[in-house]
């Protein structure tokens, strides 16, 4: 049985706040509500009000406050992000700050974040079932590190509050809803993927469903079997649209264990959605990227991201490698289910989506695929193994409503996320985007360029906006160190466009070079005013490795004042 260590400093970093979270309580301090995958669903990974973790804090020689305060002994590695809710009332109880913590073999935590005491523990692995293991149940599959590979639950719960209406800024109802994967014991061995909605208080089981289904868009038929169950790899994270006065919609999505492998296997999402009573979860829409019987992939990776979402609940996701049948197409003037011929397949594309009607239904409204897609599948070089980022809303902006994806080739793509102008399929040579930086991200472009994304990126909101620059956006890929890109609103020279766009070469870059598949950084500071903010980095490069080992903490000066150097470095995370 593998050991995973927790290590927690003094306070949450890196939230991203860009939006209220409903039923969090307001209370002062950087106590704050962390309910999905890089604190928001924008995937900005930013929190601009941690007051505790500062720079003088991390950089301080006497008194210090960020150092390890406790390590705690997990069942099974974690792949997933930690999520955290403040002043939980358990047992009769008030915690100021309680991680809740997932693990690969199908083990659920909640942890007190003052002491590291384990407040519950729930396995979701019933009665002659186990969790998975990449040697026994996945054929020529070394993906899931470290060895021997537990695949349990993988992909970062999401925590709903909406409905909590403790008392004294307290939280004493909630549910944290996680997919868990498990495997009959004996033969035949069936596999089945279950999603659980959990009490934040307790761990009780609220309600819980095996997943399946069948999409059929008239033309093609599939069905998520036992065999889908084993071959889909559920590691994205999951992401809730709120529904007024119900229980949120909660999004799944699916891509492949070792891509060729393990066949068969397509990019699908899913929506449940619990009941008033919760009681019981109900699958309220089905759909796969490249809904063909025989041409599958079309994986959504997007490098462990959830989709992302803006105000008005559109769903944003990039899809890996696979078929794309799209017309030609100018904008304003995209038709997203015109192809060249049935059913649509949209391999290599960012998507503009929606949950609508009734029943509910998942329609495409708008998309990019890149002129070069039928290339990128011949040389794995898939659009989609990077995560999907919103950028916050440029008031003095042109244009306003934009997004920034970035996959294996190390490109950056700039996005206008308003319908009708995201690209479109051009066709021809080149894509009609707001920003193309092209394999900026490579760490050798010759004789063979060798780069890619497998992860997200994150933002840092700082500048005067207008027609200066309003933040930066980090990345870091394959053996490469992280870079800052920084980022105007308007027409700039070093951008090379007539609007917005990101400096074409770095602002700024770490001395430290960060092996596959490179770290998600996120960013803190104490207001959006401060200069003072940190990118925060685990290179778990060796905790990953088959031999196993310690992972790494890095906090980088994000305004790169101390150019090319870290501020603190090195903490160890050991594995037992």
Known sequence: MLGSILLIVTAVAAQDLDAAVTGCPTISGSNVCYTTFQGGVSRRGFNPKEIALTQAAVTATTGKTFHKQFSIQLNGAVYAQPLALPNVVIGGATYANVAYVVTQQDAVYAINGATGKILWRVSLVPAGYSYLNASVDLLNCTDILPSPGDIGIMGTPVIDVSQNTGANNTITSGLLYVVARTRTKSSPVTYVQTLYALSVVDGSVKASTPIGGTYSNGTVTITFDSDYARNENQRGALAAIPVTGQNPQILITWAAHCDSANFPYNGWMMAYQLNSAQTALTQTSIWTSVPSDTNYEGGIWQGSSGPALDSGGHIFLSIGNGDANLNVSTPPNDKPTSCSETPCDYGNSVLRMQLAGSPATFSVQDFFTPFDWRSRNNTDYDLGSGGVMLLPFQSGGNPQNLLVQAGKEGSIYLLRADKGYMGGYNGGNADQVTQY??????????????????????????????????????????????????????????????????????????????????PTPTVSSPSNASAKAIVWLIDARNASSKNGGAANLWAFDASARKSSSSIFSAMRFPRR
């Open 437 to 518: 930086i092209k394999s900026v991200l490579c760490y050798q472009t010759t004789p063979v360029v060798e780069c890619g994304v497998w992860g997200a990126p994150a933002w840092w909101t700082y500048g005067t906006g207008g027609s200066n620059y309003s933040g930066y956006a980090y990345w870091v890929g394959k053996n490469l160190p992280l870079m800052q890109f920084k980022f105007y609103p308007n027409v700039n020279s070093c951008a090379g466009t007539s609007g917005a766009g990101f400096c074409t070469k770095p602002s700024a870059q770490s001395e430290n070079v960060f092996g596959w598949p490179g």
